[in-house]
């Protein structure tokens, strides 16, 4: 076996790895974005709430496609949703 096959089949082996975590632990990196936008919201005034929105959303959309990748459920709240939870974020998004 040679060197590029090595290196393939390695990074396919962390792949899966890294997609079965995404998909066993998506409740907590969901709270991490939503905690990361939060914060982003307070520091920027609500100044960038669409960009934050939209940040947050294409973030929790890449996560669910990778855990998706594994079979195992998809992380994040349905679309639609900034993540910011029931009565949080400071404004709406787009």
Do not use: C, H, W
């Not at 969901?30 to 905690?35: A, E, H, I, V």
Request: hydrophobic fraction near 20%; aromatic fraction near 4%; proline fraction near 5%.
């Amino acid at each position: 076996m040679g060197y590029l096959d090595e290196f393939r089949k390695r990074g396919t082996e962390l792949r899966e790895r890294a997609s079965k975590a995404v998909s066993e632990n998506s409740d907590k990196i969901d709270t991490g974005l939503n905690k990361a936008a939060d914060a982003a919201r307070r520091a920027t005034k609500g100044k960038y709430d669409t960009q934050i929105g939209k940040a947050t959303q294409r973030a929790r959309d890449g996560l669910d496609k990778f855990g998706k990748e594994a079979g195992g459920p998809s992380g994040g709240p349905p679309s639609g949703t900034d993540g910011a939870g029931p009565g949080g974020g400071s404004g709406p998004t787009r």
